[in-house]
C-alpha cells in the first residue's frame, strides 16, 4: 500500500488523487473538440510558416546562384555545412532532458536560414544602394543596419516558435536551443554565399582564409547573438513579475549591439583583434556558463517534482530517479529493448520524455506562469504515463481494456 503525503510534505499543491484524473479527463474530453480546432490552426501557421521558410531560402540560393555560379555555391554549401554539424549536436546536447520536437527545431533553423536570410538581404542590399552608392557596403550598413535588420527578423522567429509552443516552453534552456537553431540556419546560409563569393573573386587563397575565420575563429557569432534573445524569453516564460516581457527586447539590444560591435571592428584598425578577445570570448564564456547552469537547474526541477509525483504514488521512487538522470535514462531504455524489443524501447523513451513534461508543467503553476488548462493537462499526462509504463512492462499488447493504474490502485486502497 501507497501512503499519500500530508501537505506539509509536498512541495506546492499535491498532485491529483485518481477520482480527480477521472473527472478532469473526463471533463476535458468534452473541450477536445475546440482543442482540435486549435491544433488545426497550429498546423495551419506551422505550414504557412513552412512555406515561406521554404521560399526565402530558395530565393536566396538562387540569387546566391546568379551571382557566383554553380560550382562555386556548391563548393561553399558543402564548406558551410562542416561548422553547423558541430555547432547543431553543442545545441542538442544541451536539449536533453526534455528535447523539443525536431519538427519546431527545423522550423527554427529554417526561419533563420529562409525567412532572416532573405529579409536582410533585401534590407542590406537597399541600404548599400541608399547610403554607399550601391558600392561596397559602409560603416553604416555593416554596423548599424545589418544589426539591427538581422537580430529584428531573427528574433522574430524565436516569437514564432514561442507562439507555436507556449504551453510546452519552459525557461532559459528552451530559448537557448530555438534562438541557437534560428542563429545557426542564418549563419549556414549567409556563409555559402560569403564562401563562394570569396572562391569567385580571390581563389582558393581567399577561400581558405574565410572559412578560418568564419567557420574555426567565428563559427559561434551569429547563434551567440540570437541566443541573447533566446536567454530573455526563457527568462520572461518562466517568470511572473509584471515587467518581465521586457527582458525580450533587453536582449535583442544586447544583440544588436554585439553585433555591430562585431561587424565595426572590421573598419578599425585592429579592431577585430581587440574585439575577439576583449569582448566575444567573454560573452561566448557567459553564455555557455548560464547554459550549463540552466541545465542543472533542469536536472534539479525534474528530481524535485517526480519526487513528489513518486511520494503520491504516482511514479516509483526508481523510475523518478531514472529519469532525472541522463545516464539511467539510457539504461533504461536498453533495459525495456531487451525486455520488449523497439516498441518497448519507444515507449521507454517516451515515458521519460512525458515525465519531463509532467515535472515542467508542475514548475509552471508553482510559479503562476502555467495556462489555466494545467490542472486537465497533468491529469491527462498522468494517464499517459501509466499508458506508455504499461506498454513497456507488458509489451506491444498494452493494458488489458478497462484497467486501471497500479497507481491509482494503492491510493484508492487507503
Known amino acids: 500500500m501507497t501512503e499519500q503525503p500530508s501537505p506539509a510534505e509536498v512541495d506546492g499543491p499535491p498532485p491529483p488523487s485518481p477520482l480527480e484524473v477521472q473527472e478532469r ?43 557566383n555560379g554553380a560550382e562555386a ?22 536539449d536533453r ?48 543596419v545589418a544589426p539591427l535588420t538581422e537580430e529584428a527578423v531573427k528574433a522574430l522567429g524565436v516569437v514564432a516558435v514561442l507562439l507555436l509552443r507556449r504551453r510546452e516552453f519552459d525557461g532559459v534552456v528552451d530559448g537557448i536551443v530555438y534562438a541557437g537553431m ?16 570569396a572562391l569567385v573573386q580571390g581563389g582558393t587563397s581567399q577561400l581558405a582564409a574565410t572559412f578560418v575565420l568564419r567557420a574555426v575563429v567565428s563559427p ?8 541573447l534573445v533566446g536567454i ?21 539590444a544586447l544583440a544588436v549591439v554585439l553585433h555591430g560591435l562585431w561587424n565595426g571592428s572590421t573598419f578599425v584598425p585592429l579592431g577585430f583583434p581587440l574585439v575577439y578577445p576583449l569582448l566575444q ?32 504514488g504516482w511514479l516509483t521512487w526508481a523510475e523518478a530517479a531514472m529519469v532525472a538522470s541522463l545516464a539511467e535514462r539510457r539504461r533504461a531504455r536498453r533495459w525495456a529493448r531487451r525486455l520488449g524489443g523497439p516498441d518497448a524501447q ?38 499517459e504515463l501509466w499508458q506508455l509504463r504499461a506498454h513497456f512492462l507488458v509489451g506491444p499488447g498494452g493494458p488489458p481494456p478497462g484497467a486501471t493504474p497500479p497507481a491509482a490502485h494503492a491510493l484508492s486502497a487507503r
Open 182 to 197: 534560428v542563429g545557426i540556419g542564418f549563419a549556414l546560409v549567409e556563409n555559402v554565399l560569403y564562401f563562394s563569393t
Open 97 to 144: 532532458y526534455e528535447a523539443e520536437p525536431p519538427g519546431m527545431l527545423l522550423l527554427a533553423f529554417g526561419w533563420g536560414a529562409g525567412v532572416a536570410t532573405a529579409a536582410a538581404l533585401a534590407v542590406n542590399t537597399q541600404a548599400s544602394v541608399l547610403l554607399d552608392d550601391a558600392g561596397p557596403p559602409g560603416f553604416t550598413t555593416l554596423a548599424v
Open 281 to 312: 570570448v567573454p560573452v561566448f564564456v557567459g553564455a555557455v556558463t548560464l547554459a550549463v547552469l540552466a541545465r542543472r537547474r533542469e536536472h534539479r526541477v525534474v528530481r524535485e517534482h517526480l519526487d513528489v509525483y513518486a511520494r503520491a
Open 25 to 67: 479527463v473526463g471533463a476535458a474530453a468534452a473541450d477536445r473538440r475546440s482543442g482540435r480546432g486549435r491544433r488545426a490552426v497550429q498546423v495551419l501557421v506551422a505550414t504557412v510558416l513552412a512555406g515561406v521558410v521554404v521560399a526565402g531560402v530558395l530565393q536566396v540560393l538562387w540569387l546566391v546562384l546568379l551571382q
Open 73 to 94: 555555391v556548391v563548393v561553399g554549401a558543402a564548406l558551410a555545412l562542416l561548422p553547423v554539424l558541430v555547432v547543431v549536436a553543442i545545441f542538442l546536447w544541451l
Open 346 to 383: 519507444d515507449a521507454m523513451a517516451e515515458f521519460q520524455q512525458t515525465a519531463c513534461e509532467l515535472a515542467f508543467l508542475r514548475e509552471r503553476v508553482e510559479h503562476g506562469t502555467a495556462s489555466r488548462h494545467a490542472a486537465d493537462r497533468e491529469a491527462r499526462v498522468l494517464v
Open 220 to 227: 559561434f557569432a551569429h547563434p551567440l547573438f540570437t541566443v
Open 232 to 252: 530573455g524569453v526563457g527568462l520572461a516564460v518562466s517568470r511572473s513579475w509584471r515587467g518581465r516581457w521586457l527582458l525580450p527586447f533587453l536582449g535583442l
